[in-house]
């Protein structure tokens, strides 16, 4: 019994590398804009992403088999330090109801919250690793540190744009505002964003700040009329109604008013099919849906993790010409893609990897200790309505 045991345990671990998904750290060379948003409105770019390589080359081939990798030379981001988030609020204060509130008292109870919600489904930060550390004033005043921190800044009240930094930025060049001068994560409490749970929205965006991507983006998962990726069964695509997206018709509108559009019905058709042409026109919806389609997804999986807290639900940007946003996405075969409220045993997985941390239960080394820096870029998506 214990030979077979240790077999089983063995090819657990086998699978399980294989079936990771790590939300991918993409980038884009344009400065993207738009409306009111899932994660943000106010899009920017600090810099040309790029990052360094592994130290060993085979280590290199074995990550692109199982993450979304663009090209590895960025200078001016990187991860965390064994995901090690120190977090300051800005100093803000906001009306709510009479009073006037700081930042830090509006939002922390809640991060706090979801930083615990990784901590109950796997994601420990003993020893120091994926810690979510609040510094006092002292650390937070000194602008000499902006890039050694992630700055917490409150949308408003019944604001629903949110927006983070996917990793640590550190080297965002010259001319630029202290603020942006690193990491930010920009938060809405609107119960009409998202999931409608606020603790499961923060959380959410925690694993942008760690690394993780949107599963729905991973261009395996598309038919080969929006990605190269294609697999034997994708899952995306057959079912994406795109012109239900709230911000559709502005969308039209800038390509109407493009002259790099010169066909303006082929112009209206690529803001819905191409990421290139989506992000042109600052259609943030699109943006937030479609395949990265230029870069190489992970091998060996045969589905999309569908309770990953870094996914979509169906109705996620729509429009909402009654009570209930449109749906703009099904499954190619017509099903609901379900929200979801917590971390799945793949997000948590893939933090492990990604970090190369050896996961405490059980004890299965994903990855060697030497990691790379991964391109990444401040996240921007729709509003995902109720």
């Known amino acids: 019994m214990d030979a077979l045991a240790r077999l089983i345990r063995a090819n657990l671990a ?131 540190r902006r890039s050694e921190y992630l700055l917490v800044e409150y949308a408003g009240l019944g604001n629903v744009e949110m927006a983070t930094t996917v990793g640590r930025l550190f080297n965002p060049g010259s001319n630029v505002h202290w603020k942006k001068a690193g990491s930010r994560m920009f938060l809405s409490d609107s119960k009409r964003v998202g999931t409608g749970n606020v603790v499961s929205n923060f959380a959410h965006e925690m694993g942008h700040a760690w690394g993780l991507q949107h599963e729905h983006q991973n261009p395996r998962w598309w038919t080969s009329e929006y990605s190269k990726e294609m697999t034997t069964y994708p899952f995306f695509g057959q079912n994406w109604f795109c012109k239900d997206l709230a911000d559709y018709q502005m969308a039209v509108n800038r390509v109407m008013e493009d002259p790099s559009f010169p066909n303006k019905d082929e112009g209206k058709a690529a803001i819905c099919t191409h990421l290139t042409a989506a992000t042109r026109v600052r259609f943030t919806g699109a943006m937030n849906w479609l395949p990265r389609y230029d870069a190489v997804g992970p091998l060996g999986r045969k589905e999309p993790d569908w309770r990953s807290i870094m996914i979509y639900h169906s109705r996620c940007g729509g429009s909402r010409p009654g009570s209930r946003a449109a749906t703009v996405m099904l499954r190619n075969d017509g099903r609901e893609i379900k929200r979801v409220f917590r971390p799945s045993q793949l997000d948590i997985d893939g933090l492990y990897e990604l970090y190369g941390r050896e996961r405490p239960k059980p004890h299965f080394l994903l990855q060697k200790t030497n990691r790379a820096f991964k391109r990444v870029y401040w996240k921007t998506s729709r509003l995902c309505s109720r």
């Open 14 to 144: 086998t699978v399980r590398t294989v079936l990771i998904i790590l939300g991918w750290l993409l980038a884009s060379s344009s400065v993207l804009a738009g409306n009111r948003a899932w994660e943000s409105t106010a899009n920017e770019i600090y810099g040309n992403s790029s990052s360094s390589s592994l130290t060993d080359p085979s280590n290199d081939q074995q990550l692109s088999k199982r993450w979304l990798v663009l090209d590895q030379r960025n200078p001016a981001i990187e991860l965390w330090d064994r995901g090690h988030i120190k977090v300051c609020f800005d100093e803000q204060h906001h009306p709510i109801g009479e009073k006037w509130i700081k930042t830090e008292d509006i939002l922390r109870g809640r991060l706090e919250a979801a930083r615990k919600l990784w901590r109950d489904f796997g994601l420990d930060d003993k020893d120091g690793w994926f810690r979510f550390e609040f510094m006092d004033r002292a650390f937070c005043d000194d602008r000499t």
